[in-house]
């Protein structure tokens, strides 16, 4: 199923982000000049669907550079934690600014190689797309990460102090049910992280099959990126 958009004076098939009528020029939908970053939280929370596609609607597509930087230094540490997971391992002093600089880097290529690739394979199946509108909404996908960062990491410094960057002793010693409490609600997160990319995809395609791919594609890649940097950075 494509996502077009019909015109209701002519009958044309538009893609879906068109403002106009391509054909007659009448106004398709309703126009969105910026986004309210308070009110789309709302949405992606409350029904992605309505927020990814006020994201593809909007002109400005405002925030995203706010939101990768945030979001990248949460997976900066999570190639902290990620290095930490191996008990033979000791984490000494790193350099926090090029470490941080290289997993942003990653992010930015990541997000926008997955847009050519989605761009690319929805103009082999006949659907028109732009590379600002997914590489606008899979940014927006790290939602989820920034929450973590906010709401999680004061709690784990708190709970755990300067061991939180230590295996020597693990926080899963010094206070084993208060950290797999965290680990948890991390993990959740990050499954949030994968079905907001899922929504992502399926708003902009409307093909089930595809949105999952796509999505579960983005996340692993996302992740998994941080995994491998791990072993190098430190």
Excluded at 18 to 32: F, G, I, N, Q
Excluded at 82 to 91: E, V
Excluded at 103 to 113: A, E, K, N
């Amino acid at each position: 199923m494509k996502n077009e958009m019909v015109c209701k004076n002519c009958q044309t098939l538009n893609p879906f982000h068109e403002l106009t009528c391509r054909y007659c020029k009448s106004y398709l939908r309703e126009r969105v000049y910026n986004l309210d970053l308070w009110k789309l939280l709302e949405q992606l929370i409350e029904s992605p669907k309505n927020g990814f596609t006020k994201i593809i609607y909007s002109e400005q597509k405002n925030f995203i550079v706010f939101i990768i930087l945030i979001a990248s230094f949460k997976f900066y540490l999570n190639t902290i934690f990620f290095f930490l997971t191996n008990p033979l391992t000791n984490l000494s002093s790193a350099n926090i600014i090029r470490n941080y600089l290289i997993v942003l880097s990653s992010v930015v290529v990541i997000i926008s190689l997955f847009s050519l690739l989605i761009k690319i394979t929805n103009q082999i199946s006949g659907l028109v797309t732009r590379v600002k509108d997914i590489f606008s909404i899979l940014s927006y996908s790290l939602i989820p990460n920034i929450f973590a960062l906010a709401l999680f990491f004061p709690l784990e410094l708190i709970f755990f102090g300067e061991y939180l960057f230590s295996n020597n002793p693990s926080p899963f010693i010094i206070k084993e049910t208060v950290a797999y409490i965290m680990l948890v609600l991390e993990l959740l997160l990050v499954v949030w992280t994968f079905f907001l990319a899922i929504m992502a995809s399926y708003t902009l395609t409307k093909n089930v099959f595809c949105a999952i791919v796509m999505g579960i594609l983005f996340g692993l890649l996302m992740f998994g990126s941080q995994f491998v940097l791990s072993f190098y950075l430190y």
